[in-house]
């Protein structure tokens, strides 16, 4: 049974600190790691996408992979409470159109 | 360009009732995907379509469901008969045939089985 884990949080930190998002998975062959965002009551939206190992940024988010821990993480920069939501990670296998989905992290971004 | 389109926004329903929910995948996307969210369960796949055809529906809870993708364009999922337990938002995703092509959703179905 392949796996995403997730801490379910909430995660809470203070406007403007950097909020940390991790989430790990238990398929090896798995290629290709998706963070999504959901606010309440609405769609998962897709905000990062990274496939190799290292870091990936784009505004105030990064992404970061090591394949070998099997462990993918979110950072938010200068989080503002507009970034309050749940965080969905999703892992895809290297032979499968699947995404297999963590349960979420709630982060609460206090003003 | 048009996201993901799904029908209709918010079904309540009593339970016994046939629920139909539908799904327009982004032009070009050739792979299609409902799943089921709920506080309990967090976010399940019922059943993934590609090229129309149904590929894997092992998610699909029990008999009472069925999926069908008639065209490219189009998919519809149905409960029949719906029970309460079926209460949860469901969503549909589309995608290109490709394991590095992340899926799109869309706005959901927040149905209420009564």
């Known amino acids: 049974q392949k796996e995403v884990e997730q801490n379910s949080g909430p995660l809470s930190v203070p406007e403007g600190a950097i909020a940390s998002l991790n989430c790990t998975y238990s398929?090896?062959?798995?290629?290709?790691f998706f963070w999504y965002r959901q606010y309440s009551g609405k769609s998962p939206e897709l905000i990062m996408s990274?496939?190799?190992?290292g870091d990936k940024e784009d505004g105030r988010f990064t992404a970061q992979l090591n394949k070998a821990s099997q462990y993918v993480s979110l950072l938010i920069r200068d989080s503002q409470p507009s970034d309050s939501a749940t965080y969905l990670c999703?892992?895809?296998?290297?032979?499968?159109?699947?995404?297999?989905f963590g349960s979420g992290t709630r982060l609460l971004v206090r003003p | 360009d048009a996201g993901v389109i799904q029908s209709p926004r918010h079904e309540v329903t009593e339970m016994g009732q046939e629920v139909t929910l539908r799904c327009k995948p982004i032009?070009?996307?050739?792979?299609l995907f409902w799943y089921r969210q709920t506080m309990m369960r967090g976010l399940e796949l019922l059943i993934y379509?590609?090229?129309?055809?149904?590929?894997?529906d092992s998610g699909m809870p029990e008999d009472r469901f069925s999926a069908k993708m008639p065209n490219a364009s189009f998919s519809t999922l149905k409960i029949q008969p719906s029970e309460p337990r079926d209460s949860a938002v469901y969503f549909c995703?589309?995608?290109?045939?490709?394991?590095?092509?992340?899926?799109?959703f869309g706005d959901g179905t927040r149905l209420s089985i009564l």
């Open positions: 990274i496939y190799s190992n």
């Open positions: 999703a892992v895809n296998g290297d032979s499968s159109y699947k995404l297999i």
């Open positions: 398929d090896r062959g798995s290629q290709s």
């Open positions: 032009s070009g996307h050739n792979s």
């Open positions: 379509f590609n090229n129309n055809v149904p590929i894997d």
């Open positions: 995703a589309s995608s290109w045939t490709n394991s590095n092509q992340p899926q799109h």
